[in-house]
């Protein structure tokens, strides 16, 4: 059926430290692809976006590349900063455009 | 405050009350879905309402959850007879149009705990 899968977490760096979460879905067709984070006893808030394939979604200096031949959008970030430790969430648009969503992976930077 | 706006940002009910969490979509969206977040769970998509129209509904449970939007006001989410799993974060997300591409705009949520 349709799903999302992300990494578990909880992931910890240090600041400056290289970020990957990964993220595999399985849809029909070509969903658009998304990434959301949720700060501390906050809502979702959109971080980036890709709508075909090939597509890079870029913000605050996250990226993530639609692949579709991987079915795969991964989360990355070069150079993290203890300002980014959120819960991202992964998700796809399914029909009825209803957002079908990843578990979440925590994330927290040390200073 | 352009966003979409959430109240009660925190709602505490007995078993068996009934708990309404309302939901104003940002201005100029007319779509508007509502989705549950269990403690320790990702997010679950409920249902999905146009002005006046419910066009999906397939998430909600079947019986003791309703939710409306009507043509004045914000949207409803009403769940009657509250239980303990129950308790959860219920987020609301709106968008201006109906294209896959648009992305949802979401609100802080409302933090429902039954005691």
């Known amino acids: 059926g349709n799903s999302v899968t992300q990494m578990e977490g909880p992931v910890t760096l240090s600041e400056e430290a290289f970020l990957t979460i990964n993220c595999t879905y399985t849809?029909?067709?070509?969903?658009?692809l998304f990434w959301y984070v949720q700060y501390p006893g906050e809502g979702l808030q959109l971080l980036l976006k890709?709508?075909?394939a090939d597509d890079k979604g870029s913000n605050k200096g996250f990226e993530a590349t639609y692949r579709k031949e991987t079915t795969s959008f991964h989360l990355e970030k070069g150079s993290v900063q203890v300002s980014d430790s959120a819960v991202y969430f992964c998700?796809?648009?399914?029909?009825?455009?209803?957002?079908?969503w990843g578990l979440g992976t925590s994330l927290a930077v040390n200073p | 405050n352009a966003g979409v706006m959430q109240n009660p940002r925190h709602l505490v009910r007995r078993r068996g009350q009934e708990a309404r969490l309302r939901c104003s979509p940002m201005?100029?969206?007319?779509?508007v879905y509502w989705y549950r977040q269990l403690p320790e769970e990702g997010l679950k998509f409920m249902v999905y309402?146009?002005?006046?129209?419910?066009?999906?509904e397939s998430g909600m449970p079947k019986e003791r959850f309703s939710a409306e939007f009507p043509k004045e006001g914000p949207s409803i989410l009403r769940i009657q007879q509250v239980v303990r799993g129950d308790s959860a974060a219920y987020f609301c997300?709106?968008?201006?149009?109906?294209?896959?591409?648009?992305?949802?705009?979401f609100g802080d949520g409302t933090r429902l705990s039954i005691l």
């Open positions: 997300a709106s968008s201006h149009d109906s294209a896959s591409n648009q992305p949802q705009h």
């Open positions: 201005k100029g969206h007319s779509h």
């Open positions: 309402l146009q002005k006046e129209n419910i066009i999906d």
């Open positions: 849809a029909t067709g070509y969903p658009s």
């Open positions: 890709a709508t075909k």
């Open positions: 998700a796809y648009a399914g029909n009825n455009r209803k957002l079908i």
